[in-house]
């Protein structure tokens, strides 16, 4: 199996081009230029004072570590198309930080304008360490835990900032209501479309991980909620399977044998 590239192509563009200008100037990105060009888009070198007041900056280690996970982001064509669709998008927004943030996991932070990760989370190959995984649902119904990787992770965060830039950040949490089992799964609606084809969005988790799965010859294991594991609310992730499924599925609109 492998992802119907015009179908994808054609929903991303409806999707994420907002404006004439945005249109030409993606259609100028050859999808070769995408990784050389990120330094356009992105700030590995410069120091950030945070919102927090705290002084964030990457040592030598830490842009090698970062730079080699944008090469395996790029080298996945949803992750280069995520990145193309911000460079066609700049020159509207300033630069993106990526910067390495040891007092928590990974987010993206609008009012720092940055992609903080923590790399204290990750081994020297870019793998999860053991006790912060994903979830995923077995045939069975019950949780299995899946891998998480640096670039997985950088990728969902790039993918907030991509619908931040694009205005499109979904911020009224209807399908995750307060007090719901899908609330109690994902958090809320933008989680929710970030991580799944939601609204046929393929610039999201699922599809950057099956491609990633080809690549690696694995079995591909949707991630299932926007916990980490090890969690204390796995009774209450287990509730939000049923209500969870019909967004589980989209990426499989993007096969093709």
Known sequence: ?????????????????TSSEEIVDYDAIPDT???????????????LVSHRRKTLSNLPTHKEIFNKALDHICSNVVGNTMFKLLLAKAGRTKKIYLVN???????????????KINLSLYDSEGVGIPSRQYYYIKKNRTLGTKLKSLEQSMFHEF???????SRTTITKNVICAKGSNMEDAW???EELRTITCFNHDPICDHMFDFCQSITNGTPFHPRYSHHGWPSLEEDALLKGISGSQKFMDGWRE????
């Open 159 to 165: 993918c907030h900032g991509l619908h931040y830039d």
């Open 33 to 47: 230029d995408v990784r050389e060009r990120l330094s356009e888009i992105i700030e590995l070198d410069k120091a």
């Open 187 to 189: 958090g809320t609606d």
């Open 254 to 257: 993007y096969l093709v044998a």
């Open 101 to 115: 943030y040891d007092e928590d996991g990974s987010g993206f932070s609008p009012k720092d304008y940055a992609v």
């Open 1 to 17: 199996m492998n992802i119907n590239k015009e179908l994808f192509l054609e929903n991303v563009r409806e999707i994420h081009l």
